[in-house]
């Protein structure tokens, strides 16, 4: 008796240590903030996951508010057609620790956001204007699947953090989407950009393994992406 009451003790234990660090194990957003605001001081030279804090002294109301999507880009300014007007950490330094952010993006007739993940958030969006065509991509797990919809104005959409995403105005006219995250600096990796415009550039050897084309039609991509897009 008194061995399995040992027994079973100790495995109370174990599971009370285990739903200790469940916390850490199974976080998938920026770390829960410790105090009411902490405005990011973009100057500092302190090293922290994030930005260090302004004193709150330093903190007027100003940085609880943001105009810079109100109006949006040139759509025409690269070859993609569209322009992204960023709202994440380094744009509004009062977002900081609060785990969220935005960006507007304007499209062109016919414009794309291009294939790309952003690796620490999970993405919201509205179609504030004109009709674009969502595309997702699921992992191996889900055999690679293509998942689609034409969304319009009023209409919403949601992009699973870490996978592969587009958007592609179909419409005659321009348009526009809101996008939130729940992170502060969700990342962005532009596939084509990733793999044809790294710098260092991927060896041209290792693209005509993985893309199994000629070594001319990965240095024909790769002068695409010369200088970014």
């Not at 302004?54 to 109301?61: H, T, W």
Request: glycine share 10%; proline share 7%.
């Amino acid at each position: 008796m008194e061995h399995s009451f040992k027994t079973i003790a100790a495995g109370v234990v174990i599971v009370v240590l285990l739903l200790q660090q469940a916390p850490v194990l199974i976080r998938a957003t920026d770390a829960d903030p410790l105090q009411d605001f902490c405005v990011a001081d973009l100057d500092s030279k302190v090293t922290v996951n994030g930005h260090a804090c302004k004193p709150a002294s330093a903190a007027g109301d100003e940085f609880l508010f943001s105009s810079k999507i109100a109006t949006g880009g040139d759509v025409n300014a690269n070859p993609n057609g569209s322009n992204v007007t960023e709202l994440d950490v380094a744009e509004w330094p009062g977002v900081n620790t609060l785990g969220v952010s935005m960006n507007r993006v304007d499209f062109a007739p016919g414009g794309t956001n291009p294939p790309h993940i952003h690796p620490r958030a999970t993405e919201v969006g509205i179609v504030l204007r004109g009709e674009l065509l969502v595309g997702i991509i699921g992992t191996l797990d889900t055999g690679n699947r293509y998942y689609s919809k034409m969304v319009r104005a009023g209409e919403t959409f949601v992009i699973p953090r870490g996978l592969m995403h587009f958007q592609f105005n179909v419409g005659k006219t321009e348009a526009t989407m809101v996008v939130s995250f729940n992170s502060q600096n969700p990342g962005i990796v532009f596939v084509p950009l990733t793999l044809f415009g790294s710098n260092p550039p991927i060896p041209t050897p290792v693209l005509v393994k993985a893309l199994r084309v000629d070594a001319g039609v990965v240095e024909l991509l790769k002068s695409k992406f010369t200088g970014g897009y």
